[in-house]
């Protein structure tokens, strides 16, 4: 399984590249961040740790079924 983020406002990796990437990858996943540009991190952060932690825990519930 893979993650991969991208910021709606991404001019380094736009989102349609960002979702093409996880799309390539067997159980990809694609998330946008609204407002955010190529390094969301610090301003976005409890976004991330959201969306990271909800995938881990779906990856976790679905390897186990």
Request: charged share 25%; hydrophobic share 40%; glycine share 8%.
């Given at each position: ?18 979702r ?13 961040i609204?407002?955010?540009?190529h ?19 779906r ?7």
């Open positions: 399984p893979a993650l991969v983020m991208a910021g709606d406002e991404d001019a380094l990796t736009p989102p349609s590249l960002a093409s990437m996880a799309g390539a990858m067997p159980r990809g996943r694609f998330r946008v609204e407002g955010a540009g390094f969301f991190e610090d301003p976005h952060m409890d976004t991330m740790i959201d969306t990271v932690s909800t995938y881990v825990k990856s976790l519930t679905e390897s186990t079924r």
